[in-house]
């Protein structure tokens, strides 16, 4: 079950409620959210309801939910969640569009890749500062200096930034620069990571590990969530099944069974999704007819010398002409882009 307290509860009111609730046994969890605030109850539904909670100063509703993730559940939100990003929203009719480099290599390579993409009709330019290798000997990232260059490309184009966090310890770093902050693949079970970007304010874009379940991928989402972040973003970018063609099985059927049970923007990637270049276009176009809220697309100036995930980069012209299909698939779904 989830309480919402009213806007503008009070404190005494609160502490009432959770007296209350003491002394039901009932265990609860205080999320501070920018809006609201919310009780996560453990506690059995009649025994809630018996207990008459709405009626109790300062609390709006009582929420039933048997999902094991609440705030990411549509139970909580019945509606679709549009979120706000400067002028765009994201979860709206507009699709929106992230593309960019895999890392951040220099300025004069992100300052003509964001030219390119921006032209094209991206709005969010992505590139990775800290980059989660297999190897320990490849590219790591350009780090600070990285965030730098990715905040000149925002001035320059009039792009939003999204970009990698992996440790805890640089999360406040990566914020300041950030528009969105992006919790990898390979760390959306690190908690410590969850909890403390959801600590934050900044938009987190949370990406589906190569294995996990949708229901252990929306907890990652509630991990957020229930730190007071209510900013989160979802994105498919492709699991490991027995085929090996690919580098990943991107699984589209999460896009619609996602925008079912959550109310949260769902985004495809289908550079990571397929990993290599001549299957983006088409699985991007797959994604919007599935009825993703964005893509996230890699695209490089010069793939063949890209430091990482080249192989899987579209050229800026090819971004282009794909942003074309792209956009008469959206049309032909009911969106724009
Ligand atoms: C990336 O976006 O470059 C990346 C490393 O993605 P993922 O975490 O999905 O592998
Ligand atoms: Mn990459």
């Not at 009649?46 to 109790?56: C, G, K, N, S």
């Not at 960019?100 to 500062?129: H, L």
Request: glycine share 10%; aromatic share 6%.
């Amino acid at each position: 079950m989830i309480l919402i307290f009213r806007h503008g509860v009070q404190q005494p009111e609160i502490d009432a409620v959770l007296d209350r609730l003491g002394s039901l046994g009932v265990k609860a969890h205080v999320t501070r959210g920018a809006e609201r605030i919310v009780l996560t109850l453990e506690g059995e539904e009649d025994i809630l309801r018996a207990a008459q909670l709405e009626a109790l100063a300062g609390v709006e509703r009582l929420v039933a939910t048997q999902k094991p993730y609440k705030l990411a559940s549509r139970d909580y939100r019945p509606e679709k969640t549009e979120l706000r990003l400067g002028r765009l929203k994201l979860g709206a009719k507009r699709i929106v569009v992230m593309a960019g480099p895999c890392s951040v290599e220099s300025r004069a390579q992100c300052f003509e890749i964001g030219d390119a993409v921006a032209k094209a009709g991206a709005t969010v330019f992505r590139g990775g500062a800290f980059k989660p290798r297999t190897s320990p000997y490849s590219f790591q990232g350009l780090g600070q200096e990285g965030l730098e260059i990715l905040a000149e490309v925002r001035e320059r184009t009039g792009l939003l930034i999204i970009t990698e966090v992996m440790d805890t310890r640089d999360v406040e770093l990566v914020a300041r620069y950030a528009d969105i902050i992006q919790i990898g693949a390979r760390n959306v079970q690190n908690f410590s990571l969850l909890n403390e970007v959801g600590r934050g304010q900044v938009p987190v874009f949370v990406k589906r590990g190569m294995m996990t379940t949708i229901t252990e991928f929306l907890m990652s989402a509630e991990y957020v969530m229930s730190n007071g972040n209510e900013s989160v973003i979802l994105c498919e970018r492709g699991i490991r099944t027995f085929d090996t063609t690919l580098r990943n099985t991107l699984d589209l059927a999460a896009v619609p069974v996602l925008q079912s049970l959550t109310h949260l923007p769902v985004i495809v990637d289908p550079s990571h999704g397929v990993g290599d270049w001549r299957y983006v276009v088409p699985m991007a176009r797959a994604g919007v007819a599935a009825g993703a809220d964005g893509l996230m697309i890699e695209v490089h100036n010069s793939p063949a010398t890209a430091f990482s995930d080249g192989v899987q980069s579209l050229l800026p012209e090819r971004f282009a002409d794909g942003m074309g299909e792209i956009r008469k698939v959206a049309r032909a779904v009911g969106r724009t882009v």
